[in-house]
């Protein structure tokens, strides 16, 4: 079985500056997917990052970048120059092959004007 | 191309009612999952189909059902409804459904009110 834990259920941060919600991850499968969505107040989910768990190298997407630590079994994501659309629900992921993933609880992010 | 898209939007059942919800996923996505979002339990996973055979299955009871089609759409449905059952129901498609190496497309989701 695979788990997610966001510690963080809300997060504050100022326009332009970073934030890091931070995540850890369970799994027994060697071979898994951590991802990182978007839930505006519509509802729909946006993906926004993926890290391979054989990736050797940290994920980047423009403004997102996932910081992976696999021997701690981390998947925090790091969002530079927040932006007021940023504001929104946050949640990570993992994915094995059985068609199946595992979310977090999510984290709200507002960002400050 | 067009995105995930679900049907109906919004609705609102009485208990003991039945609903049944559609999904038509991006065109060559073979794998259609759903889940359920509440803001006490988050998003739990219902079931997951790849051509037209449920390949995975959470802990839901067997009041929820689903269906996948030839044409890789897919329906859900809820027998007897309870008020626990209102919350946002999400359905993802995606290639292969190999969700350890893709992304999960979302519909913008049918948000069910039961009262």
């Known amino acids: 079985a695979q788990k997610i834990t966001q510690t963080q259920p809300g997060m504050f941060v100022q326009e332009k500056e970073a934030v890091t919600l931070d995540c850890t991850y369970d799994t027994s499968d060697p071979s898994y997917g951590l991802f990182w969505y978007k839930q505006p107040s519509s509802g729909e989910m946006i993906f926004l990052i993926y890290q391979g768990s054989y990736d050797q190298q940290n994920a980047t997407e423009g403004r997102y970048s996932l910081n992976f630590q696999k021997a701690r079994k981390s998947a925090n994501l790091v969002i530079s120059a927040s932006q007021l659309g940023d504001s929104a629900m946050y949640f990570c992921a993992i994915g094995t092959n059985a068609g199946k993933s595992t979310f977090g609880d999510g984290t709200t992010l507002t960002v400050k004007p | 191309k067009a995105g995930v898209t679900q049907t109906p939007r919004y609705l609102i059942k009485t208990r003991g009612q039945q609903v049944t919800l559609s999904c038509s996923p991006i065109s060559g996505h073979r794998s259609v999952s759903w889940y359920q979002q509440t803001p006490g339990q988050g998003l739990q996973f219902l079931f997951e189909y790849f051509s037209e055979t449920q390949r995975n299955k959470g802990n839901f009871p067997g009041r929820f059902s689903g269906r996948q089609f030839s044409n890789s759409r897919s329906e859900m449905n809820v027998s007897t409804l309870e008020l626990g059952d209102s919350a946002l129901y999400l359905c993802?498609?995606?290639?292969?459904?190999?969700?350890?190496?893709?992304?999960?497309?979302f519909g913008e989701g049918s948000r069910l009110t039961v009262l």
């Open positions: 993802a498609s995606s290639r292969l459904g190999a969700t350890n190496t893709g992304e999960l497309f």
